[in-house]
């Protein structure tokens, strides 16, 4: 079992920044890969970023160049940094964890509205 728990999300101006967290734990062995998925009203979750298996960095084009993932060294605390923050950018953000077996872990969850 993987635990995540995201911190972070709250109401910003358009063109401010704003970092979500992830906290992950238990089987942390277990995990393959983490990354960031929003889903926005009426619209389907999408992958924002992720660390692949290699520690690579993905990005979906609309945040590339705006948002950065990083993660600390005991890969426990997850990060979603968010600069220049669009309207579009308003969703609910999920924390996930891709594993070795079973199906994969979410977060609950948390909001970020950003206004006009």
């Known amino acids: 079992q993987v635990q995540l728990v995201e911190r972070g999300g709250r109401l910003v101006q358009a063109g401010e920044s704003l970092t979500l967290s992830c906290a992950i734990s238990g089987r942390m062995s277990s995990i393959k890969t983490t990354g960031w998925y929003r889903q926005a009203p009426g619209k389907q979750r999408e992958l924002v970023a992720k660390?692949?298996?290699?520690?690579?960095?993905n990005y979906v084009d609309s945040v590339k160049g705006r948002f950065a993932i990083s993660r600390d060294n005991t890969k426990t605390m997850m990060l979603l940094h968010m600069t220049r923050l669009r309207p579009e950018d308003t969703a609910v953000y999920y924390c996930?964890?891709?594993?070795?077996?079973?199906?994969?872990?979410w977060g609950q969850g948390t909001q970020v509205t950003v206004s006009s």
């Open positions: 996930n964890a891709e594993l070795s077996w079973g199906p994969p872990s």
């Open positions: 660390f692949t298996s290699s520690g690579d960095r």
